[in-house]
């Protein structure tokens, strides 16, 4: 193994940038070697020996301030060490002492005494003993750690002082060795008796006390349980540097060959296949074994069918004249379908269904006038399509991303999930109801398309620590239950923050635009009036939801290790480095936090600024212009979801432009006037939520919004004796939020179909939304129909 590779696996990941850069020095060598030119045989020896001291003097000065830092550190953490040991100390003589002392007074005792004494103080003796472990056992990996720092060092001077001599045919290794021996601690132990015997001797004394404490003074004993905990410390450290790797190359080398009959989720896509016996059947063309054998061909052929089916329909699917105006419905209707079978099978990845949207838009002539009603031709249904693509809401995914990189990359969403994480406990359940209220109250104020994505950056200390423990119980560890636990609850989370940022949607008037569409659509709505509706409304949804989620993950109530390993890699952070925060770090939460309440502020601020999307601007021209965040991070950005963003945005538009959605809406209209057993509020609330549901969950909430609450009012203004309308539009506009039934129901869900762990495995699938989102989509309109009926006329009333 390169000594990079050996470095990069050993070297403590809290440590990382107080080693030597190994791998940095490599290629100041090669660049030294580029840049000078080599001497010739008719060069002067002084010509030679010049261009050797420019090469050297180049070198090492790159490498002597890294050995300066090294040294630094190491100082500053062994007398951190020899600080903590020195406090521990006194306490752990004073408990022997204690022990000393009732060993003694053992005889002087009756048994009632005695065990009246020992049961007053047995309990805090054992809190003191298991604290004493603990921080025995930390300070032991520690000065561990420490020895192998140095020691790691020392080795990355001498090999790239022997790489630099290969490469320049030089002999640094001989003549510079002895200056850098000097600034190096614990280079061996020939040179520097003193570093090593003052941390041995240290080591030394934790065994001694843990050995008398823990081991009735057994030394062999104590000695092999100490290693067993700097084991398991290393082996995390080195398994989440693995997964680091493992996440980078990805990035690198994602483009796998496979198999055309064989899914990419398949583990034995790349791996030949033994011939079988029904190879030699010779009654199968090769075209119908490559759609048998691979269940999305099927889907996709049945999806296709359908979609010429509705084109080529003899008779006039809506009743009306064969124009235009049919086609362009039927051409939608077929659209719909299309889409909605490969997102619901993903028959093919779900972005690439997503940029069909466009096409198939455009070459079908869905999109039509708004004024003349007539079908746009290409170039100029081309042009409208592009410009549905890159609406205000890209932009605000945009600045949600650039907030959630530099909160991420700066180490703040830690430092924020450990804060939650320490106030809320640890326990499974309780985890998981906190990100999901914490979501929901994120989409009141910043809109459920932001909210989910810096719920995400929060979520990752947990999501990485569950990855770490879930590829260690593969290989057979003891943690395999835990492990287990911890994955169904980030599959959990990740589904739980999807859908209450949903819910969230209804919170506010800001929450989502489909509330601001129904607030300037009827009578004003206002923000008291609201919230007497939506803050139960959203609570009463939490919490169900929260069960449906306990229900379908079969989440224990036990403690998640995931969670108290992150909480303790960064307790082990704090203690190894202490440094404040930086002037990146300041800057970062100060820009954030001012986004944030610009997007508070975007109604105020919209004869400024238009439309939120454009303060998503702030953020990113903030951290990419100033260098906190670079271009490897916008390569990072999570683009599939852009790209679903845009196909769905291009669908609602095709949807509605074509009047389908709205012949299905007054059609429904005419049915509820024809039957006057349905002309109750209650009823015609039931029926337009539902229809609301259903056109949601395949188009946007906001498209859909647009087209069904206009004829929603229509019909409520008409009600007799008393118009309804306001409370119609108002519970039309909550169940656009209830929709959650697909991948693509919504910006919250499409972040979430994307959310993947560091070995590039997603967390939720479409069938889980099919099975656990349908269901909770279901269960939030029965809640708006119920609960929200009576909340909603109570807040009509409220508003006069």
Known sequence: MKFSHTLSLNSNPDWAKFYIDYAGLKKVIHEVEQQTTTPDATSSIATKELLAETRRERFLTELTPMVKVVRQFYDTKKAELDMELAHLQPLLERSSSRLSLLSLKDDETTPLVMSSMKSTSSLASHVNLEDQRRQIGHLFTQYHSLKQYAQLNCTAVRKILKKYD???????????????RLLLPFWDHDHDHDQPEQVDRSIETLQTYFAHFYCNDNADQAKRQLQL???EVITFQRHSVWLDVIQDQRKKEAAVVRDATTSASTPTANKPQPPSILDKQPTKTALWTLMTSNTNAITGTISVILF???????????????????TTKRNALALLVLVSMLWAAETIPLFVTSMLVPFLTVVLRVITDEETGRRLDANAASQYVF??????????????????????????????ATAISRRC??????????????????????????????????????????????????????QHVAAEQDHRLCRALVMGIALASNVGGMASPISSPQNLFAIEYTDHIGWLAWFTVSIPLCLTLNVLLWGWLIFCYQLPRGESTAVQYALRQRDHQNRSTKEPFTKEQYYVIIVSVGTVLLWCASINLSEYTGQMGILGIVPFCMFFGYGILTKEDLNSFLWSVVILAMGGLV??????????????AERIAVFIECNPQLDSLWATMCIFCTLILVCTTFVSHTVGAIVVIPIVQAVGSQMQPVPHDKELVFASALACSAAMGLPVSGFPNMTAISVEDRLGNRYLTVRDFLQYALPASLLALMVVVTLGYWLVKVAVQIDG
């Open 229 to 231: 905990m700097v084991r």
């Open 166 to 180: 290969k490469t320049m045919l030089d002999n640094l290794l001989t003549t510079h060795l002895e200056p850098l």
């Open 387 to 416: 410009e549905a693509m890159f609406s205000h809401v890209i932009m605000l995914l945009l600045g949600g991303f650039s907030i959630a990189a530099a909160l991420s990359k700066h180490n703040i969403a830690q430092l924020l």
């Open 308 to 326: 010429l089916s509705i084109l080529w329909w003899p008779g006039n699917i809506f009743g009306e004249e064969e124009d235009d105006d049919e």
């Open 425 to 478: 406990g640890t326990g499974i359940r309780t985890v998981l109801l906190v990100n999901m209220l914490l979501a929901t109250g994120a989409s009141m104020w910043i809109s459920n398309v932001a909210a989910p994505v810096l719920c995400y950056s929060l979520l990752s200390p947990i999501l990485k620590a569950s990855t770490a423990q879930t590829s260690r119980a593969v290989f057979g560890t003891t």
């Open 651 to 664: 669908l609602g538009e095709a949807v509605r432009t074509s009047g389908l959605l709205t012949v299905i």
